[in-house]
C-alpha cells in the first residue's frame, strides 16, 4: 500500500510543477474574475448565471488538466523512459496502474478544489454587489453539489486516460481516444433518447438499435453527471440518485482499471 | 545474491521489417553473491536485453531466470536489486532529493534510516549542492550521479548497472571506481555493463563478452591477468589493449545465425 | 550609431501610427459590414445542444445574450429592417429554452419580443415548454392566457389557463377575476397594463422597461380617451364622430400624442385605437 501511495506522490509531484497547470489555473482565475463582470450583462436572473459561469470554468479547467497534463504524465513514462526508475523498484504493475492513477486524482482534486475556493469567494462578491431578488433562485448546496458531480465524472475520465495510456505508448492516440470517449458519454443520452422517438415513428434499422444499444452500456454516461443547468436554477438531486451515481462512478472506475492492469501486466517494457 | 540464467531465449518480432530477431540465445549464466561481474560486447549483442529481463520488464521466451531462487516477476525479487539504466531519464520537475525518497519508500526502508542515507550518496557523490534542485537542470554527469544515488540509496544486495560511467568526467569516474570496489568490500553483487574496457579490467572479478545474442566467451580475473603478461603486441608493447584484442576476435569469429 | 537607432525609431512609430489608423479604418468598415451583413440564422437546438456537450446552460447564456445585442434598437425599427425578424426571433428564444428549460429570461423575452410584436402563437408555442417545466410558477399559464386572450381573441382558452394560473403560488388576484370575467366578452386596455405593469416590476433590462414603459403610457392615453367618450355619450347621448369632438366640449386639452408615432383613431364602437403597429390588431 505504501508503496502505491509512495508513487502517486511523485506522480502528484511531478504534475503539480508543470508549467502547463499553472497555466491552466491562471486562465481559470481569469475567466472566475470575469464573471463578475459578465454577471451583470445578463438580464434578470443573475444567479442562474453566476452559477453557470463558475461551474463551466471549473469544469473546462478539469479537462485541460486531464486532457494535458495528466495524459503527459502518463504518456511521458514510457516515452521517456522515466518509468524504469518506478519499475525497477518492488512494484507490481498493478501497483503501478493504482499509484498513478491516484496521483492523477490527487492532482485533479487540489487543482479543481483550489479553483472552488475561489469560484465561492468570487461568488459572494457577486452576490454582495446585486441585490437579493436577483438571486432568487441560487443555492449553495446546488452548487456544491454540481461540483461534487463534476469530480465523479473526473474519476472515471482520468480512469480513461490510464486505461488508454496502458494500451497505447502514443500520447497523441490516448489523447485522441479520450477526448473521444469524452464526447460519446456527453452524447450518448441523447442519441438513445432521439432513437427512442426516432423509433416510435419509423422504422430504424435494426443494426443501429443494437449498437447504440451496445454503445450505452460500454461507454460511460457522462452526462448524467452534468447537473450544471439544475442547479444553477436552484434544483437539487435526491440522496438516492447521489448514491447510484457514485456506484456507477465507482465501478465503473474500478472495472477500466483492473483492464487496465491486465493489459499493463503483459506488456513489455522495452 | 546468486543470480542465474538456463537456457535463455528472447526473441523480437521486428515491427517494422516483421522479421524475427533474436536478442538473446541459448544464455547460460551463473554470477555468484560478492562478485562484480562485467559484460561487455558490441551494440545490438543483447546486453541490455539480458538486463531488462533480470528486472523483469521483459519476458524471456523460454529458459528461466532466477535471482536468489526467485522469479524476477516477482515485484518481492527486485526489494533488493538497485538499477541504473543507460541514459538515464527521470523527471523533470522533481529533485534529487525526491527521486531518492521515492526509492528508498518503494524499497521499504524504515523512515528513520531514509535520510541518513541519502545525505551519505549526495555527499559521496559530490551532489550536496544541487539536492533539491529539479533534475531538469543537471548537467549530464549530475543525472548519471543522481541515477547511481537512485540505485544505492536502498542499500541493495544486487546492483545493475548500465554503462555507469558514461557522461561523467574523471573526477567523477574515480568516484564511480571507488564506490564499486567500496560496495565489493561489503559483499554485494555488482552486475555492470560497458564499452570501457578499462573499467572492466580494473573492477571485475568475472566478464563475460556478448555478440548477436550470444555468450561467446567468459573470463575470470586470473585468466585476465595470465593472458596480459603473455600478450605481447608486433609493435612490442606488453598487455594493454589484450582484452580488446580478446574483444575484437571473440566477436569476428561468432557463428553467423 | 546613433542614426541607426533613429531609423529604427522612426520606423516603429510609423508602423504604431499607421496601425492606429488601420485599427479605426478597418472599425468603421467593419461596423457597416455588420449592418448590412447581419446573421440572422440560428442554429437549432437539436444541433446546439449535442454540440454544446456538458456546457448547454453557458451556451444557453450565451445565445440569449447575442439575442439581446440584436435587439439593441427599438423593436419597431428592427421589424422594419429584418423582415425574418419574427423568424429570427422565434428560433433563437426556441433554441435557448431547448438548452435550459428553466431559463425564465428567455421565457420573459418570448413574450415581449413575439407575443407583443405580433406573433402571440409563437410565442405560446415557447411558452408552453415553461408551462411544463416551472410547473410551480403561475406565469407560464398566465402568459399564455393573456395571449389567448389580448392578441388571439380566443376567449375559453384564454380562460382555460388563466384559472390554471390563478391556482399556482403568487398569482395576482386579478387573474382569476379576469378569468372569470372572460365568459363574458369584455376587452379592456387595463388588461394590459396590468399585463405590462407586472412585466416591468419583474424586468432588470434597460431596454425593456424603456419598451414596457412607451407601452404602458400608450394604453393609458388609449384608456383615458375611451373613459372621455364614455363621458361624451353620458352628457350628450351619442358618441363623438372624431376625437377633436371631445377636445371642442373641453373633456381633454388636445389630443395626446401616440408614443408609437401613430395616430389616436375612434372607432364606430367606441373605442379608440391607434394606427402605430405598437399593437398588432
Known sequence: MNRIFALSWLTFKEGIRDRALMGICIIALVMLFATIVFTGVFGYDLGKVLVDLNLSTIAFAGLLLTFFVNINLMAKDIDKRTIYCVLSKPLSRTEYILGKYLGLILLVCIALFFLLVFSSGIIAIVKSMYSEIFFKNFSWYCFFQAYFYQMLMFFILNAVVIFFSSVSTSSFLVLLFTIATYITGQTIEEVMVFFKKEALGQNTSAVNHWVIDIAQYIFPNFSAFDIKTLASHGKFLPLEHTTALVGYSLIYTILLLFFASMIFNKREIT | MKVNFSKVNKSFISSFTRKKVHAVIDLDLSIQTGEIFGII????????????????????????????????????????????????????????????????????????????????????????????????????????????????????????????????????????????????????????????????????????????????????????????????????????????????????????? | ????????????????????????????????????????????????????????????????????????????????????????????????????????????????????????????????????????????????????????????????????????????????????????????????????KEMLKNTNDKRARKEFELRIATLEFLEMLEKKVTEYHADFGKYPEVLEDLVKVKLIDKIPEDPYKGKFVLMSNGRVYTTSKMLPY
Open chain 3, 1 to 196: 550609431m546613433m542614426a541607426k537607432s533613429i531609423k529604427v525609431y522612426t520606423l516603429l512609430l510609423a508602423c504604431v501610427l499607421i496601425y492606429i489608423f488601420a485599427f479605426f479604418q478597418l472599425k468603421e468598415e467593419r461596423q457597416r459590414f455588420l449592418e448590412l451583413n447581419f446573421m440572422d440564422f440560428t442554429l437549432p437546438s437539436q444541433f446546439t445542444g449535442p454540440v454544446s456537450l456538458e456546457f448547454k446552460g453557458i451556451t444557453a447564456d450565451f445565445l440569449l445574450f447575442k439575442f439581446m445585442a440584436f435587439l439593441g434598437g427599438r423593436v419597431q425599427d428592427l421589424k422594419e429592417e429584418y423582415p425574418r425578424y419574427p423568424d429570427y426571433t422565434y428560433q433563437s428564444l426556441d433554441a435557448i429554452t431547448d438548452l435550459d428549460p428553466y431559463y425564465w429570461d428567455a421565457y420573459l423575452f418570448s413574450e415581449m419580443f413575439l407575443a407583443w410584436s405580433g406573433n402571440p402563437k409563437e410565442a405560446n408555442k415557447i411558452l408552453e415548454k415553461a408551462r411544463l417545466h416551472l410547473s410551480n410558477d403561475y406565469r407560464p399559464s398566465y402568459y399564455i392566457g393573456f395571449n389567448n386572450h389580448y392578441f388571439l381573441k380566443d376567449f375559453k382558452t384564454a380562460s382555460k389557463y388563466l384559472m390554471e394560473a390563478s391556482k399556482l403560488p403568487g398569482c395576482p388576484y386579478y387573474i382569476a377575476a379576469l378569468a372569470a370575467r372572460l365568459s363574458v366578452y369584455s376587452f379592456q386596455h387595463r388588461d394590459g397594463i396590468l399585463f405590462l
Open chain 2, 41 to 257: 560486447g558490441p551494440n545490438g549483442a543483447g546486453k541490455s536485453t539480458l538486463l531488462k529481463m533480470l528486472l523483469g520488464f521483459i519476458r524471456q521466451g523460454s529458459g528461466s531466470i532466477s535471482i536468489e531462487g526467485k522469479s524476477p516477476i516477482e515485484p518481492e525479487t527486485r526489494i533488493n536489486m538497485g538499477y541504473l539504466p543507460e541514459n538515464p531519464y527521470y523527471y523533470d520537475h522533481l529533485s534529487a532529493e525526491d527521486l531518492m525518497k521515492f526509492s528508498a519508500k518503494t524499497a521499504g526502508m524504515k523512515k528513520e534510516d531514509i535520510q541518513p542515507s541519502i545525505n551519505h550518496l549526495l555527499e559521496l557523490m559530490n551532489l550536496e549542492h544541487a539536492r533539491k534542485r529539479h533534475l531538469r537542470t543537471y548537467s549530464k554527469g549530475m543525472t548519471q550521479r543522481a541515477g547511481i544515488c537512485f540505485a544505492l540509496v536502498h542499500d541493495p544486495d544486487l546492483i545493475i548497472f548500465d554503462e555507469p560511467m558514461s557522461g561523467l568526467d574523471p573526477l567523477g569516474r574515480k568516484l564511480v571506481v571507488d564506490l564499486v570496489l567500496d560496495l565489493k568490500q561489503k559483499g554485494k553483487t555488482i552486475i555492470f555493463c560497458s564499452h570501457i574496457l578499462d573499467d572492466i579490467e580494473r573492477l571485475c572479478d568475472r566478464m563475460a563478452i556478448m555478440d548477436k545474442g550470444r555468450l561467446k566467451k567468459t573470463l575470470n580475473r586470473e585468466q585476465l591477468l595470465e593472458g596480459k603478461n603473455k600478450f605481447v603486441t608486433e609493435d612490442g608493447e606488453k598487455g594493454n589493449n589484450w582484452l580488446e584484442q580478446i574483444f575484437i576476435d571473440t566477436v569476428d569469429s561468432g557463428v553467423r545465425e
